[in-house]
């Protein structure tokens, strides 16, 4: 998304990425900047890391649902 240029400078690059996960919607919504190439890659790099944390707590309750009862 690119909002209307300014007289002066031009306008910031807004990126938003939405991901619709097994048991979650992941939502980027990524601080704009001039030049496109780096909002695209800021924001894919925010939208990786949130796939990795959730993985991760996936993989967590996978774990925990695992282990045998402690007696």
């Known amino acids: 998304e690119r909002p209307p240029a300014h ?9 938003h990425i ?3 996960v097994p048991g979650a919607e992941l939502v980027v919504k990524h601080e704009p900047h001039e030049d496109m190439y780096i909002a695209l890659r800021d ?9 990795r ?4 707590r ?3 309750r996978t774990r925990h649902a ?4 402690v007696e």
């Open 7 to 15: 007289h002066h400078k031009g306008a910031p690059f807004n990126v």
């Open 53 to 56: 944390e959730h993985y991760d």
């Open 58 to 60: 996936l993989q967590d």
């Open 43 to 51: 924001a894919f790099d925010a939208a990786a890391r949130q796939l």
């Open 66 to 69: 695992q282990r045998p009862p």
């Open 18 to 20: 939405d991901l619709t």
